[in-house]
Every structure is written in structure tokens, then in C-alpha cells.
């Protein structure tokens, strides 16, 4: 059965209670269902895939996805939505490689949405008027957002045939709408 958002938010609801981890969630949910959408494929499956990404990451942080896989599956969610939610630590910590234009995209905005949530949380109007120009000048600075990887950003793009500054632009346009419940809609107001 396709994994719809309702069902991921009851699946997490235990087990991502930390309110940075919430929005992390949210974040790629939300850039998930901009990649879908650019994709033509099913935007609430993607972001419910997206939402529920970082699934034992709170309980298990040095042993992330290797509480994943048994528990979802036990849970009903179909075998290809628990290989996307693997594969988004190929080589940092699982040996899954994205294949799918899903589990590319789930790959790469895991990282790319750190750096658009900096940069945004840095600007007077949050999310809302943040350029493309302005990420990437952020992007090319290795000491900003020091933790995201763009390493992997580029490698997630690379395997998705996209620039980043393509793929920035739609996790932007797709984290937008959603800058309130994000804490992205900044100080003026």
C-alpha cells in the first residue's frame, strides 16, 4: 500500500519528538513534494517518504537506518518506500544506492535542505524573498552550514542529471508556501 503523509506522521509521531528534528522532516517532506512535482510523479507519496526519512535517527543518531528497515516493514509500508528512506545514506551509512528518481531526490535534498533553511533563518524575511543567487553564494562557502554535506549534494544532483542551483530552486519554491510552520517565515512581521 502506497505510504500516504497522514500515515508517515503516525509512524514518526513516536519517534521524532525533537522540535529541529520535526522541521528537518518537515523541510524534506516539503522539498520532496517540489522534486515530485518537477518529476511528474505523486507528490504526498514523496513527501510522505521525505517525512519519514530520518526515522530512528533520534533514538539511534550513530546507528541511523539500521533501526529502519525491520520496524517500518513490520508497520506495512511497502518494501520501495523503505529502500528510498535507505538509500539517502548511501556511503555515509548504508551501502543502498538511489536508483529511482525518488531515492536520488531524497538523496539530495536531505543535505540541500540544511543550507536552504541557514541561509533563510539568516534573512530578515525568511524564506520569502530568498534568491537563488544568495544560496549559492552560501552554497560555495564551505565554512556556512559547515555540517551539510555538499559533497553529497553534488553527487545527489549529479545522479538526478541537475545543477544544484536547478534543484535548489525547487526544494525553495516547494519550502516556500510552507515558511510558518517551518520557522522560515523570518523577523519581519
Not at 5 to 23: C, F, M, P, S, W
Not at 56 to 75: F, G, I
Not at 170 to 185: S, V
Request: glycine letters at 6%.
Amino acid at each position: 500500500m502506497k505510504l500516504t503523509l497522514e500515515r508517515a506522521k503516525e509512524l514518526n509521531r513516536d519517534n521524532v519528538t525533537q522540535e529541529h528534528l520535526i522541521i528537518h522532516s518537515l523541510n524534506v517532506c516539503y522539498a520532496m513534494g517540489a522534486m515530485a512535482k518537477h518529476f511528474g510523479a505523486d507528490e504526498e507519496h514523496w513527501m510522505a517518504v521525505g517525512y519519514l526519512h530520518d526515522y530512528d535517527y533520534e533514538k539511534y543518531p550513530d546507528e541511523h537506518l539500521k533501526h529502519t528497515e525491520q520496524p517500518l516493514l513490520e508497520a506495512g509500508v511497502d518494501p520501495e518506500d523503505v529502500r528510498a528512506i535507505l538509500s539517502h545514506g548511501w556511503e555515509i551509512c548504508t551501502d543502498v544506492k538511489p536508483e529511482t528518481d525518488m531515492e536520488k531526490s531524497l538523496y539530495t535534498v536531505d543535505e540541500l535542505t540544511g543550507i536552504i533553511q541557514a541561509c533563510a533563518r539568516m534573512r530578515p524575511n525568511g524564506i520569502a524573498d530568498l534568491e537563488l543567487k544568495s544560496f549559492m553564494k552560501k552554497f560555495k562557502d564551505k565554512k556556512f552550514a559547515a555540517k551539510c554535506n555538499r559533497e553529497v549534494i553534488k553527487k545527489g544532483c549529479e545522479l538526478l542529471g541537475m545543477e544544484v542551483s536547478e534543484a535548489a530552486r525547487i526544494c525553495i519554491d516547494g519550502m516556500r508556501p510552507h515558511a510558518a510552520e517551518i520557522g522560515l517565515q523570518g523577523t519581519q512581521g
